[in-house]
């Protein structure tokens, strides 16, 4: 993880211009003892935080995802830009979850 941010992230280098639509987390869970609670997450284009999300808490037990859609100005990027996507509990421990991120381009 990032210094500055604590916690999990992924990345990727776009090859289009577009704007994030849709990011989701999955409660990995193995029982009905919840991995994550009060999740955020953030997505920082060339280093520089452009979309924060509001907190959230997953309200089902094991397997069940919590998803966001944004909105077509929330999270723009261009071609050859990086996007980092970064993911934190308000407790500030990191949990065993994973995300799925949807990506709009610009053709």
């Not at 830009?81 to 308000?90: A, E, G, H, V």
Request: net charge positive.
């Amino acid at each position: 993880g990032d210094a500055t941010s604590g916690g999990e992230q992924h990345f990727i280098v776009t090859p289009y211009q577009g704007y994030v639509h849709t990011v989701a987390f999955k409660n990995t869970a193995t029982s009905t003892a919840m991995t994550g609670t009060n999740l955020q997450f953030r997505v920082l284009r060339n280093g520089t935080t452009i979309y924060t999300s509001s907190v959230q808490t997953f309200t089902a037990a094991a397997r069940t995802y919590k998803g966001w859609v944004l909105s077509s100005t929330d999270a723009t990027f261009f071609a050859g830009n990086d996007l980092r996507f970064q993911f934190i509990c308000t407790s500030g421990l990191w949990r065993d979850t994973c995300a799925v991120v949807v990506l709009k381009c610009l053709i």
